[in-house]
């Protein structure tokens, strides 16, 4: 006689056991890492296909026009091809699914198949360095370091836009936890996954290079013998190289071309070569980060930069990866504060090392007196920051505010007049594109600010009915430079204060907010605000006048 079949609770409780005892065992992780993918993924297309971070725009291009194995060129070496690739190939992955094709046939839908890409890359990226903070020190530390990244701003934000950031800090948290697999047991298995994850990050971004020495210096303090130091140096480079070649095939097919981008990308980093989007930064030192990481990481800027240089001045501790990655932190800043180009997202590896040892600094602090209201004060004033950032991304982006006004309140056929480099509102939307408006774009960079460009900025002023400034950017870069653009800051002031003859009718904005509290960050580094919750401000004709010229 057969044997009774297992009742279906039997099957129920074998599968929910494991999961029951995960809960139990990592409840607090998994509510840190929920709340952060909570803050990456909700409303991930919210500009509506707006494609205004010109870095997505790019990667996205260059992933439709790559045909595999046909056609590998994306059309660039701004970035390697990982980036391209992979998107190209999960858009495809996804377009099986019935009526899913415009996931990988149109821009809008691969954009936002590369945004779920990324805010899943980010998500992923907080239980990880949970796993490296236990590693280096104790689970508590761990827990720490995962939150203060989970709620920092910035790794929210670049989780929401499909550019190599979140790819980047992936790969090296994988590339931290090879380390320090490495450290404890030096075999062929670590050495081969550190030089695969190297070879990744450079398949990413040619900055990557920046990280080689983490990895490096780990063989070269490990390893006893000479002649195993180079056996191991030998396949971890011959690891990072396939690697590098696998994922980015046309950076090596494209040889001499990746060798002029990279150097043309060189001098513009540097500042040898100015271009009108990096104007910003003239006359700008190094001190010009402290602002924008306080904005970008809020508290965390202050205390991971204290946690860092406190475990270096009196670390007890002899392991060696904490002293590896505090080093190469500092050694990073002052690399940035060396750098013309100050792009605030340059900084976003430091954010994995500035929640690692501020997780330290707090973890330790608290075991003196008052240490845990401190611990208490530091991971709340995190939270309630980054909450402030919700909001923005909640509501509708404000372009398509703008978009939605302009329609209704400026007539068909009016004249606007709108900078160059500041391409935010889309005119292609449906509420605009049937309005018959024209567009007169000036380039207020332009140089020499003298008596030519005035009178072609009058004329331009003289048949515009509106003026669209979709984002203050150009107007603080030239009042911040006055010297160099007094022409061009007469016009701003005039227009601020109605001397030049328009008078403001709208102004939509998209600020942090907790309740009534409201952090207005127009005077940030543009790329913090302008992609995702620029202020856009609409101004009426009434009469032009000239501070040159006269009014007309």
């Known amino acids: ?23 139990k065992t990592h ?26 971070h010109p870095d997505e725009a790019l990667i996205v291009n260059g992933a439709m026009a790559v045909r595999f194995f046909s056609h590998l060129s994306p059309g660039f070496h701004d970035y390697n091809g990982l980036s391209v690739y992979l998107l190209k190939l999960v858009s495809l992955g996804v377009s099986l699914l019935p009526n899913a094709s415009r996931w990988a046939t149109t821009p809008e839908g691969m954009t936002v198949v590369g945004r779920y890409m990324s805010a899943l890359l980010s998500a992923v990226s907080v239980p990880l360095l949970y796993i490296i903070g236990k590693q280096l020190w104790k689970k508590e530390t761990g827990l720490i370091a995962a939150f203060l990244f989970a709620v920092t701003p910035m790794s929210a934000q670049l989780a929401r836009f499909y550019t190599t950031e979140s790819i980047l800090i992936f790969l090296l948290l994988i590339l931290l936890t090879a380390t320090i697999r490495y450290i404890k047991k030096p075999d062929v298995f670590a050495l081969s996954w550190m030089g695969i994850t190297s070879g990744l990050l450079l398949a990413t971004k040619n900055t990557s290079y920046m990280f080689l020495p983490i990895p490096g210096i780990a063989i070269l303090l490990t390893t006893k013998r000479t002649a195993s130091v180079i056996r191991a140096a030998a396949l971890w480079s011959i690891a990072c190289v396939a690697s590098f070649f ?43 980060w402290v602002k924008n990481l306080l904005y970008a990481f809020g508290p965390l800027a202050a205390f991971g930069t204290i946690g860092i240089l406190g475990f270096l001045l009196h670390r007890k501790s002899r392991t060696m990866l904490p002293v590896i990655a505090a080093l190469w932190s500092v050694g990073f800043i002052v690399f940035l504060a060396c750098t013309y180009l100050k792009f605030t997202r340059y900084a976003s590896p430091l954010m994995p090392f500035f929640a690692l040892f501020a997780a330290k600094l707090l973890w330790d602090i608290q075991k003196i007196r008052a240490g845990r209201i401190i611990l208490i004060a530091a991971t709340l004033s995190q939270l309630l920051y980054g909450s402030m950032f919700f909001p ?26 709108t900078e160059e480099w500041n391409g935010i509102v889309r005119f292609s939307r449906p509420e605009l594109k049937n309005r018959g408006y024209r567009i007169v774009t000036v380039n207020m960079y332009t140089l020499p600010d003298g008596q030519t460009k005035t009178d072609n900025l009058y004329k331009a002023l003289a048949q515009s009915d509106y003026i669209l400034l979709e984002s203050p950017k150009v107007k603080n870069t030239i009042l911040r430079q006055q010297d160099r653009y007094p022409n061009a800051s007469a016009f701003y002031k005039s227009l601020t204060s109605g001397a030049l003859g328009f008078t403001k009718v709208a102004e939509f904005s998209s600020y942090p907010r907790l309740g009534a509290f409201t952090i207005p960050d127009d005077d940030a580094e543009e790329t913090l605000t302008v992609f995702d919750h620029p202020t856009i401000t609409l101004y009426k004709r009434q009469h032009v006048c000239s501070p040159v010229l006269g009014c007309n």
């Open 1 to 23: 006689m057969p044997a009774n079949p297992p009742a279906p609770h039997y099957f129920l409780h074998a599968i929910l056991s494991p999961v029951i005892r995960c809960f």
């Open 392 to 417: 923005v991304y909640a509501s509708s982006h404000t372009s398509l505010r703008a978009a939605d006004w302009i329609g209704k309140n400026v007539p068909s056929g009016s004249v606007l007049l």
């Open 246 to 288: 696998v994922a980015s095939p046309y950076s090596f097919i494209d040889w001499p071309g990746y060798i002029d981008r990279s150097q043309y990308l060189a001098a513009v980093v540097s500042g040898r070569l100015l271009m009108d989007w990096t104007m910003q930064f003239q006359d700008t030192n190094g001190f010009w």
């Open 27 to 52: 409840w607090v992780l998994l509510t840190i890492t929920v709340a952060g993918a909570l803050l990456r993924f909700t409303n991930l297309n919210w500009d509506l296909g707006g494609r205004l």
